[in-house]
């Protein structure tokens, strides 16, 4: 439930940055930074209307998965029980504030209300991805320990 919340804290705090960049006189909005932050590409300030928008769809894709966690992964037959369970949500409760952030990250960088730090987007996306690896081993741990 703290995971709803909070995430959906940062959607309406996207939301507020993407139409305070609207209603500012800056034509110009950031679409694309390469490795280093530098930007590569601009365009139109009403595209920043996207990111909070995707946010919103990415929430209720993590919405979708906390009600059924095992159409997360498709590919490996993971058993159904009550750990597993509690494992595959707590992956979810925990990685969407997580994405939901970058989105909020990269919404003000859009606007140049702060510089982009790809350090910030590559730690976050490590954890994610550590996270799921970590909680693999354990859905795997259980499988194995199961026969």
């Excluded at 609207?22 to 930074?33: D, G, R």
């Amino acid at each position: 439930m703290k995971s709803k919340i909070v995430s959906f804290l940062i959607i309406i705090v996207t939301f507020g940055v993407a139409l305070a960049k609207m209603a500012n006189s800056s034509k110009k909005l950031i679409l694309h930074w390469d490795i280093s932050g530098n930007v590569t590409t601009q365009g139109t300030e009403n595209l920043i209307i996207l990111l909070p928008m995707a946010s919103v769809l990415l929430l209720a894709i993590f919405a979708y998965f906390e009600k059924n966690p095992y159409k997360i992964n498709n590919l490996s037959h993971i058993k159904e029980t009550e750990n597993n369970t509690k494992a595959l949500v707590k992956y979810i409760q925990v990685t969407a504030p997580l994405a939901m952030f970058v989105i909020l990250y990269i919404t003000i960088c859009s606007a140049k209300m702060i510089s982009m730090r790809p350090l910030v987007i590559m730690a976050i996306l490590s954890f994610i991805i550590g996270f799921y690896a970590h909680t693999c081993i354990k859905l795997r741990a259980s499988l194995s320990s199961a026969k």
